[in-house]
């Protein structure tokens, strides 16, 4: 009997929520107790306010869930992919952008991880091709993370 062969599933990218909200005190308190009280880390956080509104921009280790929470608690979001990429340094930082820039690759924003538990720095990038990007940054030796290496 012949054993067929499984192929394994393609990593994912890392998954962003952007969460519209009314600029109210006690918006992002709330949202970040009901991830926590839920088990939902939040390793990845902006905050984008104008006198109405925010975006709350973040990534967590739990993306389904987060969903769930999201769509059960009525709060308005989108979902994009994020290119994550680890760095050590300022230096290699500095790398990072020169790399991109060398492949004449615009970023649409970034923001930082808070401190991974291993003590990985990583920055969360959003390109205007992220395939193209994970390419390049590969080529100059930066590791990229998929959403199972940064889930804990």
Known sequence: MAVKAIPARRAEPVTQFSIFTANRLGQLHDLVQLFGTHGVHILGLTV????????IRCVV????????????????????????????????????????????????????FIPHPQGQS???????DNEIAEKVLHQHQFKTLKQTDISR
Do not use: W
């Not at 984008?48 to 975006?55: A, C, R, V």
């Open 122 to 128: 990583m920055i969360a990038l959003s390109m205007e």
């Open 61 to 112: 280790d739990d993306p389904d869930q987060a969903r769930d929470l999201l769509y059960q608690h009525n709060f308005a979001f989108t979902e994009a992919k994020l290119l994550v990429v680890a760095v050590d340094s300022a230096t290699e930082l500095h790398n990072v952008m020169s790399a991109l820039l060398e492949a004449e690759l615009n970023i649409n924003y970034l923001y930082s």
């Open 48 to 55: 984008l306010d104008t006198t109405e509104s925010s975006i």
